[in-house]
């Protein structure tokens, strides 16, 4: 989780600095566009919250989110 927070946060700081990495750039010049669970958790927590949530935090929760659905995938492969 530590590497996925720094990694949001390097490429949020990079997003605002309009020097997107070219292998980030493929998937787009925004938060929202870079960060899968972006959209889901704009929607989830409204337009204002979302705003206060740092590209770190965005990072850790995508991370989180990924490996539940792993498990997810791993314990349906165990019935």
């Known amino acids: ?42 929607e989830e927590l409204g337009e204002e919250t979302f705003r206060h949530v740092s590209p770190g935090a965005l990072g850790v929760y995508t991370y989180f989110e990924r490996l539940a659905q792993g498990l997810r995938q791993l314990m349906c492969g165990s019935r």
Do not use: S
């Open 1 to 42: 989780p530590l590497a996925a927070a720094m990694v949001g946060k390097t490429i949020g700081r990079r997003i605002a600095e309009n020097q997107v990495p070219v292998y980030v750039e493929r998937f787009g010049n925004t938060i929202e566009d870079v960060f899968v669970t972006a959209a889901d958790l704009k």
